[in-house]
C-alpha cells in the first residue's frame, strides 16, 4: 500500500502462538520525489535557455557532440539531435579548414585558457559552405571536461560588411572605385613600380562643358551620360589598369606596369589616352536624343621614386586644365613649367586683389583726332602701376580678372574714374568737348544692375551722358542678342553712346549690324597694320567704310602709325583715327599738357601699346 509521502514495504513474518504475524515498514521518500522535480525543472529551464538562445551551441565531451541546440541543427540543416550525436564537431567544418578547428578545440581543453574564438567556414549538410564564427569554452564538472562550442553564421554580417564597403569604396552612380580606393591604390601602384622598375602614369578625365549638360537637359540625364562614360572608359582598361570616378564628371585612371623607359612608357600613356579621346567622342543616346561630348585630359608619367600622390594628382589637375585652355577635346601631358607658370598666375591672381585697395591702377588717355589732327576724344586705357614689377599692361591681368570675377570690381572703377575725369574736364576749354570711351567686359555688361549701375553714376558726378562712349566688342555679340540690344537701348535712353571695337574680327555681327543702337565702328588694327602693302586689307577696310557710311555710323580707324597708312584711310573714306602717329597712351597729367601745347605737338609717336 502506498500513502501520500509513505512507501509500505513487506519487511519480515513471524510465527507467534501460532499465528502468522506480518510487520510493515514505512520510508519516506518526499526528498527524494522533490529532488527529482527539481532536476527535471532545471533540465526544462536548461533545454529551455539553450534552444533561446540566439547562436548555435554545440557540447562535446573529447571532441565528440553529444548535444546541440536547435539554431545548431537548422545552421547546418539537419532535423534532429541523433544525425549529428556523437560525432566530432569538426564535420561541420568545411575540410580546408578542420585542422585549424582540431587545434582550437585541443587548446580549449588543454590550456589554462579556457576561452577561444576564430573564423572559419561551416559545412552544411547539403554540402554547402558559409562563413562561421567559433567561440569555444571549457567547462570543468567535477572529473569531466567538456566543450562548449557557441557557432554563428556570419553570412548577414558578412553581406552588410560588404555593402559598408562598397558605400565606402565604390562611387553608388557607375559602380567604378571612388576616390578613397583609388588614392589607396594608387600607395600600392607607386611601391610596386619602385619594386619592379617599371613606369606607370596617372590620367585625369574631365568632360568638357557637362555643367551645361545638367542645366539644359536635367541631372537625370547627366547622370545617363556619367554611367554611359564610365562603361566606355573600362572598355580603355588594360589588364591591371584601375578606373575611378573621382567626383562630378572627372574620372582617373591609373596605368600600371609600363615601359621602363619613358619613352616607351610615354608612348603607351599617348596611346591609351588617344584611345579614350576617340571612344568618348562617339555620340550618346541619352533618352530620345543624340549628345555630343568632348574630354579633356591631363597626364603624368610616374615611377615610384618616393613621388608623393598629392603631387602626382596635382600634376594631372594642372595638365587637365591645360587641356581646357588649350581649346578642350586633348591631351595635355604635365611639364614642371606648367607649374611654374601656375604659380605666378597664383602670385598675380592674389596681388591683383589687392591693387584695388592699395589703388595701383590708372587710366592712361589715347587721343583720337580727325582728318585735320583735330582731338574729337580719348579712349581711357587701364594700367596697373605694381610696386614690383612697374607698369603691366591689360593683356597681362584682365583675362585673368574675368575667369576670377575681379573683372566687375575693376570695371566699375574704370566707370567711376572716367566719370569723375568727365567732370573735372567739363570746365576746361580744351577738354569739355572731348568724348571719352571705356572697355566694358561682357561679364560687366551682362550684369543684372549695369544699366542702373551706369544710371546712378552719370547723376552721381553729373556729368553729360552723351560724353560717355561705352566700347563693346563683337564677341560679346556671340550669344544673347537680344538682351544686348535691350541693354544697349536702356543705355541710349539715358544718353550714353556705343562704339563697336575691334570690327571685322568676328562673324555673328554683320547679322545683328543693322539692329544694334551704335554709333560708331571701329577697324581694328589688324587691318591697319599691313594697309599699305597688304591688297586685302585695303579691300576690307573699303568694305567696313562703306557698311558704316551706309548704316548712317561713324568711323574710325585704330592702330594708325604711319601717314601713309592715314592717306590710304583718308581716300577709303574714314577721316577719325586713332594710333601712335598722333598720340600714345599716357597719364592724364601728361594728356592734358600736350592738349595745352597745341596741335603741333600731337604727331609725337611712341613705344608703348594701347
Request: aromatic share 8%.
Amino acid at each position: 500500500m502506498t500513502m501520500r509521502g509513505l512507501s509500505l514495504m513487506s519487511d519480515s513474518s513471524l510465527e507467534v502462538d501460532s499465528k502468522l504475524v506480518v510487520f510493515n515498514s514505512m520510508r519516506d521518500i518526499s526528498k527524494h520525489k522533490h529532488a527529482e522535480y527539481v532536476l527535471r525543472e532545471s533540465e526544462l529551464r536548461s533545454r529551455t535557455n539553450i534552444e533561446q538562445l540566439p547562436f548555435g551551441l554545440s557540447i562535446s565531451r573529447d571532441g565528440y557532440t553529444f548535444d546541440v541546440n536547435n539554431v545548431y541543427l537548422n545552421m547546418f540543416g539537419y532535423n534532429e539531435i541523433a544525425e549529428v550525436f556523437g560525432q566530432p564537431l569538426t564535420n561541420q567544418i568545411s575540410p580546408q579548414c578542420r585542422g585549424q578547428v582540431n587545434e582550437l578545440i585541443r587548446e580549449c581543453i588543454q590550456s589554462d585558457s579556457n576561452e577561444s574564438m576564430k573564423e572559419t567556414i561551416g559545412l552544411r549538410k547539403d554540402g554547402s559552405e558559409f562563413p562561421l564564427l567559433i567561440s569555444t569554452k571549457r567547462v570543468v564538472l567535477g572529473d569531466l571536461t567538456f566543450t562548449y562550442a557557441y557557432l554563428i553564421d556570419l553570412t548577414e554580417r558578412n553581406k552588410a560588411e560588404e555593402k559598408i564597403e562598397s558605400h565606402a569604396f565604390y562611387d553608388h552612380l557607375t559602380n567604378l572605385p571612388n576616390r578613397l580606393y583609388l588614392i589607396q591604390h594608387l600607395k600600392q601602384a607607386l611601391t610596386l613600380s619602385a619594386r619592379i622598375g617599371r613606369q606607370g602614369a596617372l590620367l585625369s578625365i574631365d568632360l568638357d562643358d557637362f555643367k551645361t549638360l545638367n542645366q539644359t537637359l536635367g541631372h537625370e540625364m547627366g547622370d545617363q551620360l556619367l554611367q554611359k562614360v564610365g562603361h566606355r572608359l573600362k572598355s580603355c582598361l588594360r589588364e591591371g589598369d584601375t578606373l575611378s570616378r573621382f567626383g562630378g564628371d572627372e574620372f582617373v585612371m591609373i596605368l600600371e606596369n609600363l615601359s621602363n623607359r619613358e619613352s616607351e612608357s610615354d608612348d603607351q600613356m599617348r596611346a591609351v589616352c588617344n584611345r579614350i579621346l576617340n571612344v568618348l567622342n562617339h555620340p550618346y543616346q541619352l533618352g530620345d536624343r543624340k549628345y555630343r561630348c568632348t574630354p579633356s585630359i591631363g597626364a603624368t608619367l610616374f615611377n615610384g621614386n618616393k613621388q608623393e600622390i598629392d603631387d602626382l594628382m596635382k600634376q594631372t589637375d594642372i595638365a587637365m586644365h591645360q587641356a581646357k585652355e588649350g581649346g578642350r577635346n586633348t591631351v595635355c601631358i604635365y611639364d614642371p613649367q606648367m607649374e611654374v607658370s601656375i604659380n605666378a598666375r597664383a602670385t598675380l591672381q592674389s596681388e591683383l586683389r589687392k591693387a584695388l585697395d592699395n589703388k595701383e591702377f590708372q587710366l592712361h588717355f589715347q587721343m583720337q583726332v580727325d582728318s585735320t589732327g583735330h582731338p574729337l576724344g580719348v579712349e581711357a586705357l587701364i594700367r596697373w602701376k605694381h610696386p614690383v614689377c612697374d607698369m603691366i599692361f591689360p593683356d597681362k591681368f584682365i583675362p585673368l580678372a574675368e575667369e576670377t570675377g575681379l573683372i566687375l570690381p575693376i570695371g566699375q572703377w574704370v566707370l567711376e574714374t572716367a566719370c569723375i575725369q568727365l567732370k573735372k574736364w567739363e570746365s576746361d576749354e580744351f577738354t569739355r568737348h572731348l568724348t571719352l570711351s571705356i572697355n566694358v567686359s561682357a561679364k560687366q555688361f551682362r550684369q543684372i544692375d549695369f544699366v542702373s549701375y551706369v544710371h546712378a553714376a552719370v547723376k552721381r558726378h553729373n556729368i553729360n551722358p552723351k560724353l560717355l562712349k561705352i566700347e563693346l566688342t563683337e564677341g560679346m555679340l556671340l550669344e544673347n542678342i537680344e538682351e544686348t540690344i535691350a541693354t544697349m537701348n536702356s543705355l541710349k535712353e539715358i544718353g550714353v553712346t556705343f562704339s563697336l571695337d575691334d570690327f571685322g574680327t568676328g562673324y555673328s555681327s554683320l547679322k545683328y549690324l543693322k539692329h544694334l543702337p551704335l554709333d560708331q565702328l571701329k577697324i581694328d588694327q589688324s587691318f591697319i597694320r599691313e594697309l599699305a602693302t597688304n591688297s586685302c586689307d585695303k579691300v576690307i577696310v573699303r568694305t567696313i567704310v562703306t557698311m558704316a557710311h551706309s548704316l548712317n555710323l561713324k568711323i574710325i580707324a585704330e592702330g594708325v602709325e604711319t601717314e601713309e597708312q592715314r592717306q590710304i584711310l583718308f581716300n577709303s573714306g574714314c577721316t577719325n583715327y586713332q594710333g601712335y602717329l598722333f598720340c600714345k597712351p599716357m597719364p592724364v597729367e601728361q594728356f592734358e599738357k600736350l592738349l595745352r601745347n597745341g596741335k603741333e605737338h600731337l604727331m609725337l609717336g611712341g613705344q608703348e601699346s594701347g
